[in-house]
């Protein structure tokens, strides 16, 4: 007898039963697990889930951040972070191959943060986001100032208390969490949010606007680091103060903001002037002007003094003119006279040349020339109206000749229709037509009769030279 195979007694299992056995097994070994490795492979699907892969020097291992985790999971996954994941290992029978559910992620270690956030700083400040020539000027003194923080903490109070014992201004309030998961989306929405209001609105635009927090470690100031955050700061058309943390703390929207204050009380004095160092100013500009208003007056006087003292005295100043003048007058008397004797010579000689008798004979004679002319103009007229009265008769019997009433004189009758119009031929008349013959003395209004066939008679040529009938 042959001998049996020694594989006969080995269960048989079907890849899919042989997969879930391995899912069990792993699952069942690593229930919940911390991995730590750097990302690589990044993916954000669109359906929300993240792939990436959790490598070291020496393996690979898929990890996987489904989307209803996604906000839960602590960190946003960036490629290249080296990271600690807490999650469960499964496997994927799809591609036999295992992978890591990740439902908690967090920074390996502070050296690892601070390379992220060099990494992030580098990029956004390739993107020209820190740039000094983005840096608006803050007002002097803003009529509305803008805070986004937390309601409930002390940063509030201490702004308000700083900007009451500075100079009191309106503040409007945007509350948000400075801290946790959803503070860096609640932050970037009030920063738009305000950059949104309307001048002339029914809220006030703030002409100022400062982002606070207190102080904290740097995990608890991460919110303030978060790109969202940075580049709406940057993208605000409002000046912007960042007062996060203490002064030793510093966060990416310090690099964004027009005006880094190193607490956010010190934000709160960047905002406004001290009232009382503003009236003290305004005083000492006044008595500045007083003085200098009297040093002036005082310097023109003593000038209009020295002036004064290097003029002439009044007589010895209009002496010279007062003599010119007498001088002048006692000439203008002699010229008078002079000029009044060449006139009265002058009207003596040209009443000389007028006589009389030389001024009647002239009027006499062009009276006799005056009616002289008007008996021509009156022969020439009447001769005129003869000539012109000839040629009218002769042209009034030429259009009596050549009109068509002659020839009613003679018997004939023009005929009419009833819409006027002439009617030539009996051809055109119907019986019962309304017909009007006009005859030289007036018209009558007849209707025509008959089967309304026309007659025709024949006509003799008419002689050579005369006219022929109208009709």
């Given at each position: 007898m042959s001998e049996a195979p020694l594989t006969a007694n080995l269960p048989e299992f079907s890849v899919s039963e042989l997969s879930a056995a391995l899912k069990r097994t792993v699952e069942d070994a690593f229930p919940f697990v911390r991995v730590r490795g750097e990302i690589s492979?990044?993916?954000?699907?669109?359906?929300?889930?993240?792939?990436?892969?959790?490598?070291?020097?020496?393996?690979?291992?898929?990890?996987?951040?489904?989307?209803?985790?996604?906000?839960?999971?602590?960190?946003?996954?960036?490629?290249?972070?080296?990271?600690?994941?807490?999650?469960?290992?499964?496997?994927?029978?799809?591609?036999?191959?295992?992978?890591?559910?990740?439902?908690?992620?967090?920074?390996?270690?502070?050296?690892?943060?601070?390379?992220?956030l060099e990494a992030r700083k580098k990029k956004l400040e390739a993107e020209g986001l820190f740039a000094p020539a983005r840096k608006k000027p803050l007002p002097y003194l803003p009529q509305v100032i803008g805070v986004v923080t937390s309601p409930t903490g002390a940063v509030i109070r201490d702004i308000m208390h700083r900007l009451s014992e500075r100079f009191p201004r309106r503040v409007l309030l945007w509350p948000v969490a400075v801290q946790g998961e959803r503070a860096a989306a609640e932050i970037a929405a009030a920063i738009a949010g305000f950059n949104a209001i309307r001048p002339g609105g029914p809220v006030p635009r703030p002409d100022v606007l400062i982002v606070a927090r207190g102080?904290?470690?740097?995990?608890?100031?991460?919110?303030?680091?978060?790109?969202?955050?940075?580049?709406?700061?940057?993208?605000?058309a409002i000046p912007l103060i960042a007062g996060v943390g203490h002064e030793t703390d510093t966060t990416l929207i310090d690099f964004a903001a027009d005006r880094r204050a190193p607490t956010p009380t010190a934000a709160a004095e960047m905002a406004v002037p001290v009232r009382a160092d503003l009236l003290q100013q305004v005083m000492q500009c006044d008595q500045r002007l007083l003085r200098a208003f009297t040093r002036g007056m005082t310097q023109r006087r003593t000038e209009l003094q020295s002036a004064a003292r290097a003029l002439p005295r009044?007589?010895?100043?209009?002496?010279?003119?007062?003599?010119?003048?007498?001088?002048?007058?006692?000439?203008?008397?002699?010229?008078?006279?002079?000029?009044?004797?060449?006139?009265?010579?002058?009207?003596?000689?040209?009443?000389?040349?007028?006589?009389?008798?030389?001024?009647?004979?002239?009027?006499?004679?062009?009276?006799?020339r005056t009616n002289v002319l008007v008996q021509r103009l009156g022969r020439a007229h009447r001769t005129q109206l003869a000539d012109r009265g000839r040629r009218l008769d002769g042209l009034a019997r030429i259009l009596d000749s050549v009109s068509y009433r002659s020839v009613l004189?003679?018997?004939?009758?023009?005929?009419?229709?009833?819409?006027?119009?002439?009617?030539?031929?009996?051809?055109?008349?119907?019986?019962?037509?309304?017909?009007?013959?006009?005859?030289?003395?007036?018209?009558?209004?007849?209707?025509?009769?008959?089967?309304g066939k026309a007659v025709t008679r024949p006509q003799s040529k008419p002689p050579s030279g005369r006219q022929e009938s109208l009709f």
């Amino acid at each position: 007898m042959s001998e049996a195979p020694l594989t006969a007694n080995l269960p048989e299992f079907s890849v899919s039963e042989l997969s879930a056995a391995l899912k069990r097994t792993v699952e069942d070994a690593f229930p919940f697990v911390r991995v730590r490795g750097e990302i690589s492979g990044l993916k954000f699907a669109a359906s929300g889930h993240i792939y990436f892969d959790l490598k070291d020097e020496k393996a690979v291992l898929n990890a996987i951040v489904w989307k209803q985790a996604a906000r839960a999971v602590g960190l946003k996954p960036e490629q290249g972070l080296e990271v600690v994941c807490t999650g469960r290992v499964t496997t994927y029978p799809g591609s036999s191959r295992y992978q890591l559910i990740v439902e908690r992620m967090e920074l390996a270690g502070r050296g690892a943060l601070m390379a992220m956030l060099e990494a992030r700083k580098k990029k956004l400040e390739a993107e020209g986001l820190f740039a000094p020539a983005r840096k608006k000027p803050l007002p002097y003194l803003p009529q509305v100032i803008g805070v986004v923080t937390s309601p409930t903490g002390a940063v509030i109070r201490d702004i308000m208390h700083r900007l009451s014992e500075r100079f009191p201004r309106r503040v409007l309030l945007w509350p948000v969490a400075v801290q946790g998961e959803r503070a860096a989306a609640e932050i970037a929405a009030a920063i738009a949010g305000f950059n949104a209001i309307r001048p002339g609105g029914p809220v006030p635009r703030p002409d100022v606007l400062i982002v606070a927090r207190g102080g904290g470690s740097l995990e608890d100031l991460m919110a303030f680091n978060e790109e969202i955050v940075v580049r709406a700061a940057a993208a605000s058309a409002i000046p912007l103060i960042a007062g996060v943390g203490h002064e030793t703390d510093t966060t990416l929207i310090d690099f964004a903001a027009d005006r880094r204050a190193p607490t956010p009380t010190a934000a709160a004095e960047m905002a406004v002037p001290v009232r009382a160092d503003l009236l003290q100013q305004v005083m000492q500009c006044d008595q500045r002007l007083l003085r200098a208003f009297t040093r002036g007056m005082t310097q023109r006087r003593t000038e209009l003094q020295s002036a004064a003292r290097a003029l002439p005295r009044a007589d010895q100043l209009f002496a010279s003119s007062r003599q010119h003048f007498d001088v002048a007058s006692e000439r203008m008397g002699h010229a008078l006279d002079r000029n009044l004797q060449a006139h009265r010579r002058a009207f003596l000689q040209a009443s000389a040349l007028l006589r009389p008798k030389p001024v009647r004979d002239g009027i006499r004679t062009g009276r006799d020339r005056t009616n002289v002319l008007v008996q021509r103009l009156g022969r020439a007229h009447r001769t005129q109206l003869a000539d012109r009265g000839r040629r009218l008769d002769g042209l009034a019997r030429i259009l009596d000749s050549v009109s068509y009433r002659s020839v009613l004189e003679r018997g004939f009758a023009l005929v009419r229709g009833a819409e006027g119009r002439v009617r030539r031929r009996a051809a055109a008349i119907s019986p019962g037509d309304a017909l009007t013959l006009a005859f030289a003395d007036g018209e009558a209004k007849v209707r025509a009769e008959g089967d309304g066939k026309a007659v025709t008679r024949p006509q003799s040529k008419p002689p050579s030279g005369r006219q022929e009938s109208l009709f």
